[in-house]
């Protein structure tokens, strides 16, 4: 234990809260800017509502048996399963989860942990710590309840170190946090420790293999927290003691802090619009006091949004940062992305900047999202692999312009460091995002991402069963061969002559006779679309149009070929 992290234990909540209150001034609104709503609904606690309100709910009886309908719902290759689910894997009827983060293993990627805020019942606003595992890389889940019954808890996020160890990071109604620390894959939470926080605290921890490694850092909301305008604490002994809350030059908030490959601390957040501060430490991982010697001010074209239709009491997308730590030529680059509100009468597209030289300077913005009219583009959230892809997720709402309730999960990668993006790909089905608000008019304030080298690891909440659920879905690597799509593609090793982003054999683009695998029994079907279609006996003629021109001809022979060959 260093000098400066020391023991904090937070025993009774109210005298823990006094204290901290007494100590730190927990009023930091009394001088907040109230120069417009927008600010005003950044800096006012009474826009958070991270208190109960209502009494534990009953648990509804279909969390032990019975069931809903089934909990996969496929786009395109895509499946989106479900994770806040009973002992048989089916839907729970009349409960909520939203607000989902995520963690996997970086020793076995088949070991993940994700949680959510977990509403028993949509007629109350209380809510618990969910939390549900996969030893099977996704494929199902395990949710044995929440992590303390009883005890209203909010705002979860989830990290993993180095050696596997899983971290839950719980806001409590007393603006502190506990962390929960799970040695067995998260089928188990042993180890409680009360740390500092506040509102939307979050939470990184350092991989790097510098001095700092296993150094969790946390920073949280000036508007209502623990420690007033003190809003950053670290642990160097794996959560068991923390640092006395400092102060960060420009007073971030709403960001994911993040840690560079080298140990480098970054914290992103809002401020004074339209500007988005970066702060950076160079010598946190030291263990001494952390200075933050480097402050930028990023320009992502516009402002963050808060509280518009699609989410009402919730963020539209808090402000990510992330950073690559490959061995390649954009080791260290830094990345930072928000949905923002541009200037024009379109509300909110994804837009990303970035950074070559370790903060110092940035790019020019750059919109992900293509242009889709005058339609909500929101929730964004970006990851990047450790060998250097960028990929992206967010809320789409282009399929139905003019009607803003109704969303599609979209993604989007970027193989040369944010310079070019693939096509938006859109991954789940459609779906309303403001049915069953658990008396709370929002889906959250955030989705999350864990990238790996061949696909995008993403927990979203979704209403595909007409409430709000948590769901687990793997991008980017459509046919579960170990290679990102967009890397095959870019090689040959596979073929995409439709140009919609996604490899041909997960389109089914060749399988003619639909039995999952083009091979030889698809020949005859394919000559028979292209020469003669009343003697098609396959399952789908349109399988034949390999490139995509709306019509089969002598055009597509050559990549029917390319594509049974491959």
């Known amino acids: 234990m260093t000098a400066s992290d020391q023991p904090f234990f937070a025993g009774d909540a109210m005298s823990a809260n006094a204290l901290m209150c007494a100590v730190f001034a927990c009023l930091p609104y009394a001088n907040a ?53 009973n002992a048989s894997h089916a839907n729970i009827v009349g409960d909520a989860a939203n607000e989902p983060s995520i963690a996997v293993d970086p020793t076995n990627p088949n070991r993940m942990v994700i949680g959510w805020r977990q509403f028993d019942s949509i007629s109350s606003d209380f809510r618990e710590a969910g939390r549900a595992y996969s030893t099977n890389r996704g494929e199902t889940w395990t949710f044995p309840g929440v992590l303390e019954n009883g005890v209203f808890r909010s705002d979860p996020v989830l990290r993993a170190d180095a050696t596997g160890k899983f971290y839950y990071n719980s806001l409590k109604s007393n603006f502190l946090c506990d962390v929960f620390v799970s040695t067995d894959g998260g089928v188990t939470w042993p180890s409680k420790f009360a740390a500092f926080g506040g509102d939307k605290q979050w939470m990184a921890i350092d991989t790097s293999g510098s001095v700092g490694q296993g150094f969790i850092y946390e920073s949280w909301s000036t508007a209502a927290g623990c420690c007033g305008s003190n809003i950053f604490s670290r642990s160097t002994n794996g959560a068991v003691s923390w640092l006395t809350p400092i102060g960060l030059p420009s007073s971030p908030v709403w960001g994911t802090p993040s840690v ?204 595909h069963n007409g409430e709000q659920d948590v769901y687990y879905i793997r991008l980017g690597d459509c046919d579960d061969n170990g290679v990102h799509d967009g890397e095959e593609i870019a090689s040959g090793a596979g073929t995409d002559f439709n140009h919609n982003g996604i490899l041909d054999r997960c389109d089914g683009l060749g399988d003619m006779n639909c039995d999952g695998s083009i091979n030889g029994f698809d020949i005859d079907e394919f000559v028979a679309a292209l020469t003669d279609p009343g003697s098609y006996t396959g399952c789908d003629i349109t399988r034949g149009d390999i490139n995509g021109d709306g019509s089969i001809n002598g055009f597509d022979i050559d990549q029917f070929v390319a594509i049974l060959g491959g």
């Open 33 to 85: 800017p109230q120069e417009s709503q927008e600010t005003r609904k950044r800096f006012d606690p009474s826009f958070h509502r991270e208190q109960p309100n209502d009494p534990p709910a009953q648990v509804e009886p279909d969390r032990a048996a019975g069931g809903g309908p089934r909990s996969i719902f496929t786009r395109g290759p895509w499946r989106s399963i479900q994770v806040n689910v």
């Open 260 to 463: 560079g490959p080298d140990g480098e601390l970054y914290i992103p957040g809002v401020d004074s619009p339209p500007l988005f501060p970066v702060v950076k430490s160079t010598n946190a991982k030291n263990g001494g006091t952390p200075s933050f010697s480097l402050v930028a001010q990023v320009d992502l074209g516009g402002d963050i949004v808060f509280g518009e239709t699609p989410n009402p009491e919730g963020l539209m997308g808090q402000v990510w940062l992330d950073v690559d730590r490959s061995d390649g030529p954009s080791h260290g680059y830094v990345y930072l992305l928000c949905t923002i509100d541009r200037p024009g009468s379109d509300p909110a597209d994804i837009m990303i900047a970035r950074s070559t030289n370790g903060g110092t300077s940035w790019s020019a913005p750059l919109r992900i999202n293509e242009s889709s009219g005058n339609t909500w583009q929101w929730f964004g959230t970006l990851g990047v692999a450790p060998n250097g892809r960028l990929d992206v997720v967010w809320l789409d709402t282009r399929a139905s312009p003019s009607n803003s309730r109704f969303c599609e999960l979209y993604y989007a990668y970027s193989l040369d460091r944010a310079v070019t993006w693939s096509k938006n790909l859109v991954a789940s089905p459609q779906f309303n995002s403001t049915v069953g608000w658990p008396q709370q008019m929002k889906m959250g304030d955030y989705y999350d991402i864990a990238s790996e080298n061949a696909a995008a690891n993403v927990a979203y909440a979704a209403t």
